[in-house]
Nanobody
């Protein structure tokens, strides 16, 4: 069983920056993909960014150019650097992971990011 623990959420003013971290543990199998999703009030959960074990990255159009996802395979940790934040970025951000040979999807409990003056 994979456990994901997020950290770094909080309150930030528009135009500011925040960094999120997610550490994966509890599995002896290699983790394949990791990423970040978010869910704003009244909206469905959506992909923010994802990264494969090989380092290939994907971003949603709404965050591309502002957010950067990175990964430390040795530490089983994925990061999300968020710059030039807007109120539309306010959401609960969830860490995601999967692994080869395992159909299950693993999710963190979420960390709240609030962008407000």
């Amino acid at each position: 069983q994979v456990q994901l623990v997020e950290s770094g959420g909080g309150l930030v003013q528009p135009g500011g920056s925040l960094g999120l971290s997610c550490a994966a543990s509890g599995s002896r199998f290699s983790i394949s993909n990791m990423g970040w999703y978010r869910q704003a009030p009244g909206k469905e959960r959506e992909l923010v960014a994802a990264v494969t074990s090989g380092g290939d990255r994907e971003y949603s159009d709404s965050v591309k150019g502002r957010f950067t996802i990175s990964r430390d395979n040795a530490k089983n940790t994925v990061y999300l650097r968020m710059n030039n934040l807007t109120p539309e970025d306010t959401a609960v951000y969830y860490c995601y992971a999967d692994r080869d040979g395992d159909p299950k999807e693993y999710w963190g409990k979420g960390t709240l990011v609030t962008v407000s003056s």
